[in-house]
């Protein structure tokens, strides 16, 4: 399989650290904590890496002579994870992270997996109930009140 | 506007709130609801699978006597309420796809399994870009995680069957569907099994909202572990006969359920107080605020008397108005976002 630029960059950050979490390597590669998951996701399943305790390390201990060409020693993600140890122990990276509000629409492309499973579910369809809907009410209501002020879920 | 025009439009009216789909993503069921005619209609499964040895042999009488399973790397596992039925019978515990409100960071067959399930539940959208809004939890406040990878995989992937999703807080959900006559304000709690999840609304806007991941799961795993039981088989004894009006004659799962039981509310109530502490005080309201309760967890006899007992020992910050169950607690969720979706599709 050949590797995308982004993969081998995971995969060297790994190599790296021995063992990364999700956002060393998000600091380290770039991109969105989504995209990284989801690249980190296909990694594992292509079986280049694993994941346990939430940390992602090489599957094959001799697939580090490949992609660890870069100096061993990475003084600049040292820095940083040491100042991310001081942040977490000061609680700051908490407040950062819970007083800003993310405006942008990322769309996380997702594949369907399921089609690869063999299954009978459609076939015996899912459980079905019903009840007498007094639903108009509601939503004239609802669209009442958002269109008076607007709610901001 | 004359009669006959007047008519027309009450009739595109209903019309356009036949469109739209809510649903409820939980940890032990997904549920979908969306209206057929004068009813609502709700399809769901449960959120539960048993791993099974496979044979050519075992698959035929599965087939045959309609019990639902995936074949996955040729493993074979039991879906859906047989899959509990199973654990039982072997006294193991079901695997789960959601764990904790989200898609479980430890099971490597949840994604593929989350995405059949809705799927068989919410099925191919009625017209192109149909909305439907999902449930999503409040940040937890008692766990280091957050929702953000989860609500987007599952908007993602609603996408992929060309909806157009929109997620919807799951307490707000709840208020949607039980207090119209309050104008939707008041406090929503949905009691699930992976996660409690509480939203204050005023006329429909979110005021607080958070979710807390002691909920049904934890009594279950908390009884066991006292009583040396699967928490499958508490589980199964908590949806069908513990009694929270009982107060003696009690047997040793019975009782235990009951402590833990107290204890879960407290804790609800108690991280309530906190919330409106945190807020400094409340919008001006003319009535107490009124609590409903929702969600499988709920579903005890005696579950809001005793609520209302431990708020009265406990007090709120604002005074309290009434507690009451949700007229359907288990549909309640999925009933609040089909409200959410088809006020947005109605473009009248």
Known sequence: ?153 | MTKGNKEKEIECLKAEMQKGKGVDIGTVFVKCAYMEGEEIMFRSERNAFFEVEYSGFTKKIFDESKIKYIIKDDKFYVVGDAALQFANMSNKETRRPLSKGVISPTEKEALPMVELLIKSVVGEPRYQDEIVYFSVPGEPLDADFDVIYHIKTVEGFLKTLGYTPRPINEGLAVILSELADKNFTGIGISLGGGMVNVCLSFISVPIFKFSLIQAGDWIDQQVASVTDEAASRISAIKESSIDLSKEGGLNKIENALSIYYKHLIEYVIEHIKQEFNKIGGMPSMADPVTIVLSGGTSLPNGFSQRFKQILDQLKLPVPAGSVRMAAQPLRSVAKGALVAASAEEVKL
């Open chain 1, 1 to 153: 399989m050949v590797l995308s630029g982004t993969e081998a960059d995971i995969i060297n950050t790994v190599a790296r650290l021995k063992e990364a979490t999700k956002d060393q390597i998000r600091r380290k590669v770039g991109f969105s904590p989504e995209y990284i998951e989801f690249l980190c996701r296909y990694l594992v399943r292509k079986g280049y890496l694993t994941f346990s305790n939430g940390r992602y390390s090489l599957a094959r201990a001799e697939m580090k002579t490949q992609f660890t060409e870069e100096p061993k020693i990475d003084k600049e993600l040292i820095k940083e994870i040491v100042n991310e140890a001081v942040k977490e122990i000061s609680g700051e990276l908490k407040k950062t992270a819970s007083g800003i509000k993310i405006k942008t629409g990322f769309e996380f492309p997702v594949e369907d997996e399921s089609l690869a499973l063999e299954s009978n579910i459609d076939k015996i369809g899912a459980k079905v109930e019903k009840e007498k809907s007094n639903i108009d009410r509601l939503i004239q209501l609802f669209r009442k009140i958002k269109k008076k002020g607007g709610r901001d879920d």
